[in-house]
């Protein structure tokens, strides 16, 4: 469906966040016979519905704006509106189309687009490929779950876009390139089930992507993919079974069906312990190029660098601009972001860590010094016996701190190793104060939650500001 398809119907737009109003915004010069905004609910993220918002469509609320969504011939909805949300399930039943800005655009725009996502490592992943291809003279446009609503987008002639689960559910248009970092149970109430959240997330490769780059080390991916025979696969790092998803070849032309094995991006330690980022066995350029942290990254930057690939870039051939162009990536904020404090003390921000798969990764990129991490928030039942598992496996001596609302619940997951200690706290500001008082110069006071902001902040940015405040506040 793209927008010249809701000219003359009646449209409903759900959710008046920023994606809502960027909805609002494209639909209403289509011409619908109708265009209203819905909102069942006050949330952080709802604009003020006044002026020209008002103008161009009028807003609902409430439990009344039930009849306005079902009297609808298509709807519009924001990430934040849910599967399980019972509103879409009579939605569905009644058989009315539900769509996204993301979708709406996607099928206007997926010849130039490089789709990007995954449970971890996507925000990471999408800012190295902008940032990658803008060094080797391929301009382009980031956005979307990163930065600026796709229907907000100006024209370009590519588009590096980070898409959650919520923005691939609605797909009906795959991007040129699909790309895939992770996979790990997250969202499951929004999905409906962890089957149903790998489907969501996996749409981004249902409708006829190019290519499909991978993270071959990620046995999750690989399992989903294999069950999706035809696919036009181009892995990142070698593969650690023989089950895995066979090799596809640079060859732009090459079906999956006759793909062969050709070389793939990795980064291989050297005999004098250097580590190296390599295509096959050509060496490229050292790892220490990248300045992230953390063998995840090293894993991030492999798969960017085959996405380069799969959009005609010799990566061979332009080693020297890519190696110079990583020492100058922008910082994501909220990702493992340092911040020196004069205690000598390093506190890392992380708090985009939602699951305990990035929060394994945070803790392993500082497990070399003494550490104490801050984990906890919404509760959603995610399983952390993953978490135990790699901190027993790891022998990581470290102390935990968990704050509400799903703290308490990791914190006695772990109880029982001998190499952890654990510390409860209120909230986040104690959270930090303790965590001072714990970490002695040079070490590390780390928010890596494990969990979503909601209930407690606004959301993962606010979650930060509380977390630097609190730093301020403790010196």
């Given at each position: 469906?793209?927008?010249?398809?809701?000219r003359g119907?009646?449209?409903?737009?759900?959710?008046?966040?920023r994606?809502?109003?960027?909805?609002?915004?494209?639909?209403?010069?289509?011409?619908?016979?109708?265009?209203?905004?819905?909102?069942?609910?006050?949330?952080?993220?709802?604009?003020?519905?006044?002026?020209?918002?008002?103008e161009?469509?009028?807003?609902?609320?409430?439990?009344?704006?039930?009849?306005?969504?079902?009297?609808?011939?298509?709807?519009?909805?924001?990430?934040?509106?849910?599967?399980?949300?019972p509103?879409?399930?009579?939605?569905?039943?009644?058989?009315?189309?539900?769509?996204?800005g993301?979708?709406?655009?996607?099928?206007?725009?997926?010849?130039?687009?490089?789709?990007?996502?995954?449970?971890?490592g996507?925000?990471?992943?999408?800012?190295?490929?902008s940032?990658?291809?803008?060094?080797?003279d391929?301009?382009?446009?980031?956005?979307?779950?990163i930065?600026?609503p796709?229907?907000d987008?100006?024209?370009?002639?590519?588009?590096?876009?980070e898409?959650?689960?919520?923005?691939?559910?609605?797909?009906?248009?795959?991007?040129?390139?699909?790309?895939?970092?992770?996979?790990?149970?997250?969202?499951?109430?929004?999905?409906?089930?962890?089957?149903?959240?790998?489907?969501?997330?996996?749409?981004l490769?249902?409708?006829?992507?190019?290519?499909?780059?991978?993270?071959?080390?990620?046995?999750?991916l690989?399992?989903?993919?294999?069950?999706?025979?035809?696919?036009?696969?181009?892995p990142?790092?070698?593969?650690?079974?023989?089950?895995?998803?066979?090799?596809?070849?640079?060859?732009?032309?090459?079906?999956?069906?006759q793909?062969?094995?050709?070389?793939?991006?990795?980064?291989?330690?050297?005999?004098?312990?250097?580590?190296?980022?390599?295509?096959?066995?050509?060496?490229?350029?050292?790892?220490?190029?990248?300045p992230?942290?953390?063998?995840?990254?090293?894993?991030n930057l492999?798969v960017?660098?085959?996405?380069?690939?799969?959009?005609?870039?010799?990566?061979?051939a332009?080693?020297?601009?890519?190696?110079?162009?990583?020492?100058?990536?922008?910082?994501?904020?909220?990702?493992?972001?340092?911040?020196?404090?004069?205690s000598?003390?390093?506190?890392?921000d992380?708090?985009?860590?939602?699951?305990?798969?990035?929060?394994?990764?945070?803790?392993?990129?500082y497990?070399?010094?003494?550490?104490?991490v801050?984990?906890?928030?919404?509760?959603?039942?995610v399983?952390?016996?993953?978490?135990?598992?790699?901190?027993?496996?790891?022998?990581?001596?470290?102390?935990?701190?968990?704050?509400?609302?799903?703290?308490?619940?990791?914190?006695?997951?772990?109880?029982?190793?001998?190499?952890i200690?654990?510390l409860?706290a209120?909230?986040?500001?104690?959270?930090?104060?303790?965590?001072r008082?714990?970490?002695?110069?040079?070490?590390?006071?780390?928010?890596?939650p494990?969990?979503?902001?909601?209930?407690?902040?606004?959301?993962?940015?606010?979650?930060?500001?509380?977390?630097?405040?609190?730093?301020?506040?403790?010196?």
């Amino acid at each position: 469906m793209q927008l010249a398809d809701l000219r003359g119907r009646r449209v409903a737009v759900w959710g008046t966040g920023r994606e809502g109003v960027a909805a609002i915004n494209a639909i209403a010069p289509v011409g619908p016979a109708e265009l209203v905004a819905v909102m069942d609910r006050e949330t952080y993220a709802a604009k003020p519905w006044t002026g020209r918002l008002a103008e161009l469509a009028p807003l609902h609320t409430g439990p009344a704006a039930l009849a306005v969504l079902l009297g609808s011939d298509v709807v519009v909805r924001s990430p934040v509106i849910g599967e399980t949300h019972p509103w879409v399930v009579r939605l569905r039943e009644r058989g009315i189309p539900i769509t996204s800005g993301t979708a709406l655009w996607m099928a206007e725009h997926a010849a130039n687009a490089i789709g990007v996502t995954g449970s971890k490592g996507k925000s990471t992943t999408t800012n190295l490929i902008s940032h990658l291809l803008t060094a080797v003279d391929r301009p382009n446009v980031m956005g979307g779950n990163i930065g600026v609503p796709m229907l907000d987008l100006p024209p370009a002639p590519r588009y590096v876009l980070e898409l959650s689960m919520y923005q691939c559910a609605d797909l009906t248009d795959s991007p040129e390139v699909a790309v895939l970092t992770s996979l790990a149970p997250e969202h499951l109430d929004w999905a409906g089930g962890e089957a149903e959240y790998y489907r969501n997330k996996l749409n981004l490769v249902e409708h006829g992507p190019r290519w499909v780059v991978f993270n071959a080390h990620d046995d999750r991916l690989r399992t989903e993919l294999a069950a999706r025979p035809g696919l036009p696969l181009l892995p990142a790092g070698t593969a650690v079974d023989p089950g895995a998803a066979e090799p596809a070849s640079q060859a732009t032309t090459e079906p999956a069906s006759q793909a062969t094995t050709e070389p793939v991006f990795q980064v291989t330690a050297e005999p004098d312990g250097t580590r190296w980022v390599r295509l096959g066995d050509r060496p490229l350029f050292p790892r220490d190029a990248l300045p992230l942290v953390g063998r995840h990254n090293e894993g991030n930057l492999c798969v960017a660098l085959t996405a380069l690939r799969a959009v005609g870039v010799d990566c061979v051939a332009e080693r020297d601009r890519l190696a110079a162009a990583l020492g100058t990536l922008p910082v994501l904020e909220h990702r493992l972001t340092p911040i020196e404090d004069p205690s000598g003390i390093t506190f890392v921000d992380d708090s985009l860590s939602t699951i305990p798969q990035s929060a394994i990764h945070a803790i392993e990129a500082y497990a070399n010094r003494p550490l104490t991490v801050i984990v906890g928030g919404e509760d959603r039942g995610v399983d952390y016996g993953p978490l135990r598992d790699f901190l027993a496996g790891q022998g990581i001596v470290a102390t935990l701190i968990g704050i509400p609302d799903s703290g308490p619940r990791i914190l006695d997951v772990v109880k029982d190793l001998g190499t952890i200690t654990t510390l409860a706290a209120e909230d986040l500001p104690e959270a930090v104060r303790l965590g001072r008082e714990r970490t002695p110069a040079g070490g590390v006071v780390l928010l890596s939650p494990a969990a979503p902001s909601y209930g407690r902040f606004d959301n993962y940015a606010h979650r930060s500001r509380v977390f630097r405040q609190a730093i301020e506040e403790t010196r």
